[in-house]
């Protein structure tokens, strides 16, 4: 009988040093897979060659012409992106489609030329030229009005606060602003001078005008910018900044950034106005190496730059800066000759002739068009884009 319990002690003991090396083994794996994961976090976040192989050989990030869903345009189709939708405007009628190409909705826009300008979940369609402007919000017209004077560019916010310069036959430009309901805040007048783009602070606070008169030998640029609640008792008080820019330089887009900071685009630089009206410079166009730059990005400018890489070789970079901190950039290797750039708040695309890439704000790969052609134009927005072509749009998640 005791030799019997000693055996099944025996038996036991090595049931549990079986057990327990298995426990190790699997202890070990996970710390090795652990360490695996790890690492490669670390190599995707820090070796651009890295991210590129994976996102084409592993995360299929490589798209096709002609391998994608089609939306089938003529060419008097206007095409817009927005919301994560393509928007088509032809004959009078607005249609909206998925990512799928399938179409979500229809609504009657009666504008034939128009501008589109979105924010958010807004939309605006307006008749350049023309009078009738539509705002738009998930599958409804909020409002629609025939202004008085030709429009000549609209803005709106997030929040669905809408800005329209029109030419009027006594002063130069008139500026009307309205609420997302439609009702009209207030109306200012510029006498000398042209508008070149407007923006409204998405705490509904500011309009900000940029204007140039360009009515002389030397160009002179100034941003102003109107308190809204301000202007809604009296114009006397409403302006509470005016910014001047040096002579000869040019403004070329304003907008507004997720911490309500406007974002000055010149043609040689790119400034910020913060709160207090401190200006701060972001970027310089450095001339022959800076190709193009947007500042259509929430808190971030995006621009191309060759640079320089040896006696005689550079390469082209794409460079996406924080506005808040310039010295916090992550940048793209393109190689290849950029045709354009393309901006939405948080995506950002480059035409590269056949091949369109897509990049986050990490400086990431996220799509990579193919085209057997030059690829002519690009419509996107955060979740979407589509490549328009002769009589059709592919469809392009995002």
């Given at each position: 009988m005791i030799g019997e319990d000693e055996g099944q002690k025996v038996k036991k003991s090595?049931?549990?040093?079986?057990?327990?090396?298995?426990?190790?083994?699997?202890?070990?794996?996970?710390?090795?897979?652990?360490?695996?994961?790890?690492?490669?976090?670390?190599?995707?976040?820090?070796?651009?060659?890295?991210?590129?192989?994976?996102?084409?050989?592993?995360?299929?990030?490589?798209?096709?012409?002609n391998n994608l869903p089609e939306i089938a345009i003529n060419r008097n189709t206007h095409v817009f992106a927005h919301n994560g939708r393509i928007i088509t405007l032809e004959q009078n009628m607005l249609r909206a489609y998925n990512r799928a190409a399938n179409e979500e909705f229809a609504l009657s826009v009666r504008v034939t030329n128009p501008t589109f300008v979105s924010e958010g979940s807004f939309l605006v369609v307006a008749e350049s030229g023309g009078n009738r402007i539509y705002l738009i919000s998930g599958r409804n017209i909020l409002w629609q009005k025939e202004l008085e004077d030709e429009i000549d560019s609209v803005a709106v916010n997030r929040n669905g606060y809408v800005a329209v310069s029109m030419a009027d036959a006594t002063f130069s430009t008139v500026i009307e602003t309205?609420?997302?309901?439609?009702?009209?805040?207030?109306?200012?007048?510029?006498?000398?001078?042209?508008?070149?783009?407007?923006?409204?602070?998405?705490?509904?606070?500011?309009?900000?005008?940029?204007?140039?008169?360009?009515?002389?030998?030397?160009?002179?640029?100034?941003?102003?910018?109107?308190?809204?609640?301000?202007?809604?008792?009296?114009?006397?008080?409403?302006?509470?900044?005016?910014?001047?820019?040096?002579?000869?330089?040019?403004?070329?887009r304003i907008k507004y950034d997720s911490r309500n900071n406007l974002i000055c685009m010149y043609d040689g630089y790119i400034d910020s106005i913060r709160s207090g009206n401190e200006n701060n410079r972001l970027a310089e166009f450095t001339s022959g190496t800076t190709l193009f730059a947007d500042i259509n990005l929430d808190s971030h400018i995006a621009k191309i730059v060759r640079e320089s890489t040896g006696l005689f070789s550079n390469e082209v970079v794409l460079k996406i800066i924080d506005s808040n901190n310039t010295s916090r950039a992550n940048r793209f290797e393109l190689g290849g000759t950029p045709r354009s750039l393309d901006a939405a708040p948080n995506i950002i695309g480059v035409n590269l002739g056949t091949e369109v890439v897509f990049v986050n704000m990490n400086g990431w790969l996220v799509r990579r068009y193919h085209s057997v052609g030059e690829v002519q134009k690009i419509v996107m927005c955060d979740r979407i884009a589509g490549i328009v072509h002769r009589n059709r749009i592919e469809v392009i998640s995002l």
């Open positions: 090595k049931k549990k040093k079986r057990k327990s090396g298995k426990q190790k083994i699997v202890r070990i794996g996970l710390i090795c897979a652990l360490l695996l994961i790890v690492f490669g976090i670390v190599l995707y976040s820090n070796n651009e060659n890295f991210r590129n192989f994976m996102g084409t050989h592993i995360f299929n990030r490589e798209v096709h012409e309205f609420n997302s309901e439609g009702a009209r805040l207030f109306r200012t007048f510029l006498a000398t001078s042209n508008v070149v783009d407007m923006a409204i602070s998405n705490n509904n606070r500011y309009l900000a005008i940029a204007e140039a008169n360009l009515s002389g030998i030397i160009i002179q640029s100034n941003i102003r910018i109107i308190s809204i609640e301000n202007a809604q008792e009296s114009s006397t008080n409403a302006i509470i900044h005016t910014h001047m820019a040096d002579v000869g330089d040019l403004i070329i």
